[in-house]
């Protein structure tokens, strides 16, 4: 039995300037962290005693005789991809819930590669599972995703990702003092707002408008906030310059598309502002998930009371990446 556990990612800004249809032309540029927040995914070999070939736990329950009569996406190309057709079940697990902006997907992928390639005494980098599954996410399953999710949850940290038009990435760690990750944690909010959406439905208007060149603008002035927000969380400035870029990056966001956003969230959002949030933003695509908030501690009380219709999600900055937590296989 193998056990992984991958962590779940904040993108800051950028976001959006990550996918293929942007880079490939532009290059682009994305600021994120891998938090305290996890998938946990266990592969497990069956008892010969059973009368299926694999089984898949999630929301659902999966037991089937064949690799294709697997409807999870993503269990089932990562066993094919790492050649496992029978003989194993596959469990798994997240501390958040999914389709809320987190990269959960991504997390999970990358949590079942690392463990297929342990079970199996393979050896790969965080950036080649990175790679793996970027290549299963985009090329096999065909899911509107990005390419920072994968590189955060493989690598941990908080990164600076530079996308290159030949398709390298280059993912580096950013040099941040323990006590000034320390200050920007207590100044962000986490709170979530119950709506749950694909990624696929609310980017399917903003990739068709960025291949036609209509986001372009958008995203290039998406792409120079993360430049600015290094600058500001390397040096000894006041943070608070931090919360407003996130707030000039949300505004250009909700021009990528009519489903960024909604009335419900933009009244949410309005309202903490108010309340004296400096800025922030919907994390993911868009349209529901996770709302997250940059927020002076002497103003945190107040923004929580205007917004005590959504629970919050505490969360610390993880320095690790997917890591295998139990191994007690024999190689495949």
Known sequence: MVITQTPLRISFLGGGTDYPEYFRQHGGATLAS????????????????????????????????????????GARECLRFCGVE???EVYYAADLPARTGLGSSSSAVVGLLHALHTMKGEGLSAAELAEEAIHIERDVIQDRVGSQDQYICALGGFRHLQFSPDGSVRATALDISSARLASLEERLLLLYTGRQRTAHEVLEEQIERTKTGQNNEILSGMKDLVGQGIEILTGTDDLSEFGQLLHEGWELKRQLSSKVSTEWIDHHYLEARRAGAVGGKILGAGSGGFLLLF?????????????????????????????VILNNSRPA
């Open 34 to 73: 891998a938090i305290n927040k996890y998938s946990t995914v266990t592969v497990h070999p069956l008892t010969q005693f059973v009368e299926y070939t694999l089984r898949v736990h999630y929301s659902q329950l999966e037991s089937v005789d064949a690799l294709d009569r697997i409807e999870h996406s």
């Open 295 to 323: 927020v002076e501690p002497h103003d945190r009380a107040r923004v929580k009371q205007a917004l005590a219709d959504l629970p919050e999600a505490p969360f610390s900055f993880e320095q690790k990446g997917t890591r």
């Open 86 to 88: 029978s003989g194993f």
